[in-house]
């Protein structure tokens, strides 16, 4: 059964710093990864979508990146701003499953 | 991509009733599915509504509790019946579009809270 493992729990980082948020899954055989940001009490928007055949992908200050085998994601978020504040969710995909969420990671950029 | 519309995006409803969530996709698509996120938690698959035919239900859901409707391809709708405080959630629907990969989709959410 797929687990997806996402660390920190909770981060509180300056405005401006560069961070990595961290996303660990147990079975390597996925169908894609996906990022999401989650505004509270609101719905998930989708940030970017890995195929298990990609390396990473960007979008602006965002850049993921996909480690297949040893069961790894990163999400980058360059130059923190304080709009950035949200909780960012992992999501793995494999075949016709459902897809399997971590528990999220809470941002918090001061200002 | 797809742009989910859901609604109510909010309410506030006494224990003992029922409550249905409305969820309309701006393309058609085979599988919608519904979630729950209690508080402080990750997301949950209640089940996945295919148009034309029963809903399927993850453990631990039953459709009594939780029926849905997939009238056409391009809509569904949850009921949270016989509300209890537990059922105190966001509810999500979300559809994946294969074009570009199955990457998923998600409504705006509903949050409830049953007194």
């Known amino acids: 059964k797929q687990e997806v493992t996402q660390i920190p729990a909770a981060l509180s980082v300056p405005e401006g710093e560069n961070l990595v948020l961290n996303c660990s899954f147990t079975?390597?055989?996925?169908?894609?990864l996906q990022w999401f940001r989650q505004d509270p009490g609101k719905g998930l928007t989708s940030l970017l979508l890995i195929q298990s055949s990609q390396r990473e992908q960007t979008s602006g200050r965002l850049n993921a990146s996909l480690d297949k085998s040893s069961g790894r994601s990163t999400l980058y978020i360059a130059a923190s701003q304080p709009g950035d504040s949200a909780t960012y969710l992992c999501?793995?995909?494999?075949?016709?499953?459902?897809?399997?969420f971590g528990k999220g990671t809470r941002l918090s950029v001061i200002a | 991509s797809a742009v989910i519309s859901q609604k109510p995006s909010r309410d506030i409803c006494q224990r003992g009733t029922s409550l249905t969530i409305q969820c309309q996709v701006d393309s058609q698509v085979t599988m919608m599915f519904w979630y729950r996120q209690q508080p402080g938690q990750s997301l949950t698959l209640i089940a996945t509504a295919n148009q034309g035919s029963e809903a399927t239900y993850e453990s631990g859901f039953v459709i009594d509790k939780f029926p849905i409707s997939r009238p056409n391809l391009t809509f569904s709708t949850l009921t949270v019946s016989n509300m209890s405080p537990e059922d105190s959630s966001i509810y999500l629907c979300?559809?994946?579009?294969?074009?570009?990969?199955?990457?998923?989709?998600f409504g705006q959410g509903t949050r409830l809270t049953v007194v």
């Open positions: 979300s559809v994946e579009s294969l074009g570009g990969g199955t990457e998923a989709f």
């Open positions: 079975d390597s055989a996925i169908y894609n």
């Open positions: 999501a793995v995909k494999s075949g016709n499953t459902p897809l399997v």
